[in-house]
């Protein structure tokens, strides 16, 4: 398990326009991510894994979409796998 967190730096101009004000977003912080794995020895050469990985996206992308002509925040990008693998 594993949990990670991002900031983006105070002075980056590469920062998401929010589309209701027309500014860049205040906030710095990018995210938290929280990942999962767990793996199972099979044989001697082969092991199944399971992985799981979510990011709550902060408020560094708050309102900074626009579809269709709403204004919305991304949806939190989320992965799950199933992984065999074999080795020879």
């Given amino acids: 398990t594993n949990l990670g967190l991002a900031w983006a730096n105070h002075t ?5 326009i929010d589309q209701v004000s027309g500014k860049q977003n205040a ?8 990942n ?3 793996g199972y020895k099979m044989y001697d050469n082969l092991t199944a894994k399971i ?7 902060g408020g560094y992308y708050n309102d900074s979409v626009k579809i ?4 919305d925040t991304p949806e939190n990008p989320y992965t799950a796998r199933i992984m065999l693998s074999y080795a020879f």
Avoid at 27 to 34: C, K, R
Avoid at 68 to 71: A, E, F, I, M, T
């Fill in 27 to 34: 906030s710095n912080f990018m995210g938290a991510e929280l």
């Fill in 68 to 71: 269709n002509g709403v204004v």
């Fill in 51 to 57: 992985q799981a990985a979510y990011v709550m996206l």
């Fill in 36 to 38: 999962v794995e767990a």
């Fill in 12 to 16: 980056n101009n590469q920062k998401p």
